[in-house]
């Protein structure tokens, strides 16, 4: 690896404990709302950061074969013309190590090191009623005080690791890819995995490369496509870079914000052997949101226009994969309804001698030994690392592992009982002062352009609300349950609820199976933002604040 893991001292003044705004997490959301509240509306702001350095998503997940499936003209920042003007990229997706060394690079452009501590985790924050501020502790013990709380927490961010028997004896290296340690490399190594999501299915693709065997433990078996990864000519990218500006507006008026014209044919108005050609252009093109929503307008809608996508790709794993028992063990048959995943030869690399299946969920694991992975069947699968590629409690994970509290010492368990729910994604009722970027029900999109309109909202919330005196903003309660059912009705007008995944937080054993996004794409969200905005900002209370905090 080339690219330094952290960026250059200096942190934040360890004295400094009030201020104007606090920013939880320096991932790309955190990072921009430093750049917008301090340099752009001058308040004194302090990002917490529970990493020993920057980048979030991207300094975490070190694991062999990390990379973006967002195209790299896209993965980026917007909000700088500039900026995007004067950063290159020479692939068409982005490798783990890349994205943090261009997040290096926008730290130290706009000098962000010097209000961010790193190594300091929120382990609580309450709202203060009688100063309309917020109070923020940290697993250290100390305190910040601040007038409005931005959680930039990050969607897939808390580590999920199941507890499976025996794990503490395992005499080996057992690690979770959102932990990748630095001095582990599994080259010549025996390696097993559990779990083929989009984390896994990179892995394998990589580890089978270098590692002596590896042993992949799958439950559900997925749907991919081929992503068309590979080197992008200078010539291609400086075009790109003359036609940002209509790039970017197609992205923000887009539905998945992935940077390609969604469909508007439905798969059911055309021939077989034309849907067959325009899934073979796709394959050939790479990347799986294109596949899924670039074919036809219907696939993620209409079960018809679904099965026709999902048998495409099954004939594709049985034309690749070779060995007949692993190629049926590859084959979904539950609709192609989880987040769409591309790669670089998944199937392909079960062709390989040092590479085996176990699907689990016909001979699941009963317990990790001293030496590895035991099945029901009696087999004890020796490996020298197991990677647990399990995924993440996503969306409200991060929130609830705080001890978050708001109106009257209201924890966010208690008011998120029934689910995770917000007005906008941004905000929630009976938290004051307090925004969210990328909380529960905000759009599911390529998500940086998702991060950046989030931003741009909360921080001219924000500005307003200071020119107000610092006035506390607040969703109502009528606002959120509004929300909460726009949300549930988009979801259920597509297939996604009927797979289990992360998308509805189905991956977690005991975690309530919700809605948690709004599924009706950027470009509506933001025409709603807009909407909400002429009218008054609807939906949101804007108040006073109390004597003593002017005082
Ligand atoms: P994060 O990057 O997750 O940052 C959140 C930060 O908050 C972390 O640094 C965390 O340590 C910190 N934090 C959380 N709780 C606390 C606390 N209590 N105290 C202090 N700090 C705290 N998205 C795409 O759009 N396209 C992709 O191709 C894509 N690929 C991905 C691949 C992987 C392997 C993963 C895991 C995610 C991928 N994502 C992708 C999603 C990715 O998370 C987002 O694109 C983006 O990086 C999120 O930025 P963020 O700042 O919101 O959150
Ligand atoms: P995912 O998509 O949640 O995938 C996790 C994988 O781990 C998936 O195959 C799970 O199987 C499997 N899993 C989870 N728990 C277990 C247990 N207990 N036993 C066996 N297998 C298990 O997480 P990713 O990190 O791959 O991707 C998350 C997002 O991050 C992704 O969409 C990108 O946006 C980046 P399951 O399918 O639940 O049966």
Redesign the pocket.
């Known amino acids: 690896m080339t690219t330094p893991i952290r960026a250059a001292a200096p942190t934040a003044d360890p004295t400094d404990t009030d201020f104007d705004a606090v920013v ?7 990072l921009y709302s430093l750049h917008k509240l301090r340099n752009e509306q001058g308040l004194r702001v302090r990002v ?4 020993s350095g920057v ?7 070190r694991y062999p074969g ?1 990379k ?3 195209e790299s003209f896209v ?1 980026r920042y917007s909000f700088d013309d500039d900026l995007l003007r004067e950063y290159d990229w020479t692939t068409r997706y982005l490798e783990q190590e890349d994205i943090l060394a261009y997040i290096h690079h926008v730290v130290e452009r706009y000098d962000l090191m010097k209000d961010i501590r790193l190594d ?4 609580g924050a309450a709202w203060d009623e009688s100063r309309d501020r917020w109070t923020v502790r940290t697993a250290a013990g100390e305190e910040f005080t601040c007038t409005y709380l931005v959680n ?6 808390k580590t999920n690791m199941p507890d499976i028997p025996g794990m503490d004896h395992f005499e080996g290296r057992l690690v979770h ?2 932990a990748w340690p630095e001095d582990l490399d599994v080259a010549g190594k025996r390696v097993g995995v559990i779990g083929t999501g ?2 896994g299915t990179q892995f394998i693709i990589a580890a089978a490369k270098t590692a002596e065997n590896l042993t992949v433990f799958q439950r559900s078996p997925q749907y991919c496509v081929p992503s068309g990864n590979g080197p992008v000519d200078p010539a291609e990218v400086a075009e790109t870079k003359k036609n940002f500006d209509a790039i970017w507006t197609q992205v923000r008026g887009s539905s998945v914000a992935f940077g390609f014209e969604e469909s508007a044919i439905e798969a059911g108005s055309v021939t077989e052997e034309q849907r067959r050609q325009v899934f073979q252009q796709a394959w050939d093109r790479g990347n799986g949101f294109h596949f899924m929503f670039g074919t036809f307008s219907d696939i993620a809608t209409n079960p018809e226009a679904n099965e026709a996508a999902a048998t495409f790709i099954r004939s594709k794993i049985a034309e690749i994969v070779e060995d007949p028992e692993t190629a049926r063990a590859l084959t979904p048959t539950e609709p192609y309804a989880k987040r769409p995943l591309c790669n670089e030869g998944y199937y392909e690399t079960f062709n390989r001698d040092n590479v085996s299946l176990v699907p689990v969920k016909e001979n699941p694991i009963v317990r990790i030994t001293p030496r590895g992975v035991r099945t029901a069947d009696g087999v004890e699968h020796e490996v020298d690392i197991l990677v647990f590629a399990t995924g ?1 409690d996503a969306v409200d994970g ?1 929130y609830r ?2 001890d978050l509290r708001g109106r009257g010492g209201l924890h966010i368990n208690e008011h998120w009982a029934d689910a995770p729910t917000s007005y906008l994604g941004i905000t929630t009722a009976n938290f004051p002062n307090m925004f969210m ?2 909380g529960p029900n905000g759009p599911f ?4 352009p998702s ?1 950046e309109t989030q931003v741009e909202y909360v921080a001219e919330l924000i500005e307003s609300a200071v020119a107000r005196g610092r006035a506390v903003v607040e969703a109502t309660s009528e606002a959120e349950t509004g929300w909460t059912a726009t949300c549930e009705e988009i979801a259920h007008m597509t297939l996604f609820p009927k797979t289990a995944s992360w998308i509805f937080g189905a991956n977690i054993p005991g975690k309530k199976r919700t809605v948690m996004f709004f599924l009706g794409g950027l470009g509506m969200y933001r025409q709603i933002l807009a909407d909400v905005r002429e009218n008054g900002y609807r939906g949101l209370r804007i108040t006073e604040p109390a004597r003593a905090a002017v005082a």
């Open positions: 939880v997490g320096a991932g790309f959301a955190g917490l950061e529970k990493g980048g979030g998503t991207w300094f975490f997940n990390a973006s499936d967002t993965y300091t985790e929120v382990t930039g927490l990050g969607l897939l961010a890819t959102n989009s984390t993440f991060n592992a705080m970027i990328l999109t390529n998500l940086l991060i």
